[in-house]
């Protein structure tokens, strides 16, 4: 009984090996065999404020500047295609120019603020009487500040 059970699971184990191969590698499993598919990635999934690169079965390409604008490529239909985008704040290194902007001034509890860096904004929130306060210092950061009370992103 025991030496049939060990069978199965090793038979269980080499399937799901086999599987993880195909996926891992980009290969489709069908019928137990590997079939190649077609392969396009890109590293930074869109992101205009990191430079990235696209690869498909031609070649790899970079993001770059084209003066105020960046070039971004991504995979479409398993081909790197390229587009513009023009960057608010201009373009260096293959990427747009990211500004960080807290409109409460910093670190500061007892205004609820915005910060706007790249793309994406962070609003303070509480949670119970635990403040998330979001500030700029290169990149957008947080820091939990314990407050006596916190209502709607601020202490009070």
């Keep these: 009984m025991k030496k049939e059970v060990l ?23 069908i019928f137990g065999q590997a079939v190649k598919t077609e392969f396009c990635e890109e590293s930074n999934i869109g992101d205009l404020y990191i430079k990235g690169n696209c690869t498909d079965k031609k070649s790899t390409y970079e993001d770059y500047c084209l003066n105020n604008s960046v070039i971004e490529f991504f995979c479409r239909n398993n081909v790197c295609t390229e587009v513009e985008y023009r960057c608010k704040h201009g373009c260096v290194n293959g ?45 957008v950061k947080n820091k939990g500040i314990l407050c006596e009370k916190c209502r709607d992103g601020r202490c009070v």
């Design 95 to 139: 990427s747009c120019i990211a500004l960080c902007e807290d409109s409460d001034g910093g670190i500061n509890e007892k205004e609820k603020g915005i910060v706007i860096y790249g793309g994406d904004s962070y609003t303070d929130y509480c949670r119970e009487n635990w403040l998330a306060e979001y500030y700029c210092d290169g990149s």
């Design 7 to 29: 069978i199965f699971i090793i038979i269980i184990f080499a399937v799901l090996i086999s599987f993880l191969q195909g996926t891992i590698t980009g290969n489709s499993i």
